[in-house]
């Protein structure tokens, strides 16, 4: 088969986490090429909460250190895209009938300004009560008392498109839509063959990473010979986006139905309420939002905000990469896991699980695991000061 072009890194993945080792690679001087088969940010990085936090709820599980790690990501992303990553307040309120107490959520609070410290924006407070109404009719019946805290919110597919734009600017290549379709591995290379416009290319990369997501076993699975897959669980995450505006900001609530964490946020001119977690077997292209989930949600918003006759105009899910287990999907870790061919020199690199928020150093992680495999080369830019702006 003809070689075209050879290239130090190839990624799969035209996700935040495909689009965040771009413009790592691209900056530390790497030859890089993105096969992306839709369109950039088409798949879990366009169906997230859209928060960039620290993630409040991780404590519970005691994930300090992605806690600490997400916190530290949360304040470089206010630096360097402030047009597309900006801070909001965030209420808890406390009913009689939440299962956390008052006394727990202000311990997890201090602990997240604790985790947060010198962020600017690690402090949080009691709503008095006088302010109550003014919550956006969410319902004072049993309402014992409201927190408020700062977290961020972003647009996960313009953060992903920002990130590709810098990559580009660093003379990475973006190849989109084209399919990673096979790949074969010898000693020293990856042979690589992908579609694009009903054509087979083929191309030639020290490195592959795969960063497909929910695909990535699908990925893996096109690999010869075939690495190791790591075991995973597909988690749907269903979202709804509802007629109506939120004034004062952000809701961080306990559903009734089995006490999880339910976001309700402005986005746009609209209200985004999610999100679930259920276990998601099959063609990850099948996801798509249950009649089961749109109720959970909706009787969550009901509950809280009993004035408000919400008309969803729009629903979509995403789906989470999770390591396999028996347990609740809600206590399941969100480190990611990156598994290789070879512990020593790899040729391929698959990233399993992740966040938007930490895929800035995650990215780090990924060149550090292939830097022993790829030649020297000089670098072009250091990340941590390169503002994300779109195109
Ligand atoms: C419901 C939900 C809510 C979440 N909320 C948050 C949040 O608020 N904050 C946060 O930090 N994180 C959140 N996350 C996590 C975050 O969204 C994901 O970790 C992140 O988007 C995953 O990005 P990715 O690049 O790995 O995958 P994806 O965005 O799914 O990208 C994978 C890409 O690979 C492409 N692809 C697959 N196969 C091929 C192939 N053969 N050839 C070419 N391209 C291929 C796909 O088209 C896709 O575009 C949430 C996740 C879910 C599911």
Not at 2 to 18: A, K, M, R, S
Not at 59 to 80: C, I, K, M, P, Q
Request: hydrophobic content about 40%.
């Amino acid at each position: 088969m003809p070689v075209t072009h050879h290239y130090d890194i190839v990624i799969v993945g035209g996700g935040i986490q495909g689009a965040a080792v771009a413009q790592a690679a691209a900056a530390r001087g790497y030859t890089v090429m993105l096969l992306e088969k839709t369109a950039l940010a088409a798949a879990t990085s366009s169906r997230s909460s859209k928060l960039i936090h620290g993630g409040l709820r991780y404590l519970e599980n005691g994930h300090f250190a992605l806690v600490y790690e997400s916190l530290r990501e949360r304040t470089d992303w206010l630096r360097l895209a402030p047009s597309l990553v900006r801070l909001s307040p965030f209420y808890i309120p406390i009913y009689r009938q939440t299962s956390r107490s008052t006394l727990v959520i202000r311990a997890g609070l201090s602990l997240y300004a604790l985790l947060a410290a010198g962020s600017g924006s690690a402090h949080f407070r009691s709503v008095s009560q006088s302010q109550w109404q003014q919550l956006d009719g969410l319902t004072t019946k049993g309402l014992k008392h409201v927190f408020q805290y700062w977290d961020a919110q972003t647009d996960d597919r313009l953060l992903t498109q920002a990130l590709m734009h810098s990559a580009q600017s660093l003379g990475a290549e973006l190849q989109c839509p084209a399919e990673f379709i096979h790949v074969t591995l010898s000693s020293s290379m990856c042979e690589i063959e992908y579609q694009q416009g009903g054509r087979i290319n083929h191309c030639s990369a020290t490195v592959l990473v795969n960063a497909a997501g929910p695909w990535v076993d699908q990925v893996l699975h096109r690999i010869d010979p075939q690495p190791p897959a790591y075991p995973i669980d597909l988690v749907q995450g269903t979202h709804l986006v509802l007629e109506g505006r939120l004034n004062k900001g952000c809701y961080y609530l306990e559903s009734p139905a089995d006490q999880r964490a339910i976001f309700v946020l402005p986005w746009y001119q609209h209200i985004l309420l999610g999100t679930t977690e259920t276990l998601f077997n099959g063609d990850p292209e099948a996801s798509s939002p249950l009649a089961t989930e749109e109720t959970y949600l909706l009787d969550c918003f009901h509950h809280y905000f009993p004035e408000k006759n919400p008309v969803v105009r729009e629903k979509f899910s995403g789906l989470r990469v999770l390591p396999a287990s028996h347990g609740a999907p809600f206590h399941r870790s969100r480190e990611i896991h990156l598994q290789c061919d070879s512990s020593q020199k790899p040729h391929v690199v698959s990233i399993y699980g992740g966040k938007l928020t930490v895929c800035r150093a995650t990215a780090q992680k990924v060149l550090h695991t292939i830097m022993p495999t790829l030649p020297d080369r000089i670098p072009k830019a250091d990340i941590s000061k390169l503002m994300l702006e779109l195109p």
